[in-house]
């Protein structure tokens, strides 16, 4: 089976720079990705990581480590609009749908 | 460009009544199609998945079922709804190859009373 761990909520301020982590236990590895879903709204795909290292796409960035069955999302310069929920996912029990973790809330204060 | 539908938007449905949410798919063929149901403040549990017309697979047994008449329409279904069944259900696509990128719609909130 999958299991995801993430912190359930992290508050950071505007202009500042957030991680949120993300450890999981697959049996079969194809890769972390990450989706954000603001209050009242369907996720949006933000980044995958297949290999280890570091995704970059504008102001976020995804991390993965294979050997440490860890990864992270970095959001820099938070904006106010950067307060949502965050959710890795890896493939789940079967080879055409995703695991979802139970996602991190990010709130961004003034 | 792709563009994924879902209705109603909302429903309030008693318990005992039927189900039947319909997702449609634009702008592309031969899509993976899923349904998901989050709860409120809570992560996006599979429910069904499907990789073809027909072809249907279930994550989570429940009073609830999955068809797919045509490539590009996935439909959720009950009999007889329960309170539990109560939440936000979300359907997504992917193409057959990027699992790991799905596109969701925007949702259909149900409430059970």
């Not at chain 1, 993430?6 to 990705?33: D, H, K, M, R």
């Not at chain 1, 106010?80 to 990010?106: E, P, Q, W």
């Not at chain 2, 109603?8 to 149901?37: D, H, I, K």
Request: glycine fraction near 10%; aromatic fraction near 12%.
């Amino acid at each position: 089976g999958q299991s995801l761990e993430q912190p359930s909520e992290v508050t950071a301020v505007e202009g500042a720079i957030v991680q949120i982590n993300c450890t999981y236990q697959t049996s079969g590895f194809y890769g972390l990705s990450w989706y954000q879903q603001h209050d009242g709204g369907a996720p949006t795909f933000l980044s995958y990581n297949g290999l280890d290292g570091l995704e970059e796409t504008g102001r976020f960035s995804s991390f993965l480590s294979r050997s440490d069955s860890y990864g992270y999302l970095l959001l820099q310069e938070l904006q106010m609009k950067d307060s949502a929920s965050y959710f890795c996912a890896v493939r789940g029990s079967g080879a055409n749908n995703l695991f979802f973790g139970t996602g991190t809330r990010l709130t961004v204060i003034p | 460009s792709q563009t994924i539908h879902q209705w109603p938007a909302t429903l309030v449905q008693p318990v005992g009544s039927p189900l039947s949410l319909e997702c449609t798919v634009e702008g592309t063929s031969n899509p993976n199609l899923y349904w998901y149901r989050q709860a409120a403040g809570r992560g996006l549990q599979l429910l069904f998945y499907s990789v073809g017309i027909g072809q249907i697979s279930s994550e989570v047994p429940q009073n609830l079922s999955a068809s797919r008449p045509q490539d590009r329409q996935f439909i959720l279904s009950s009999k007889k709804l329960l309170l539990s069944d109560s939440g936000f259900y979300l359907c997504a696509w992917s193409v057959v190859q990027g699992t790991y990128e799905q596109y969701f719609g925007p949702g259909t909130r149900l409430t059970v009373t």
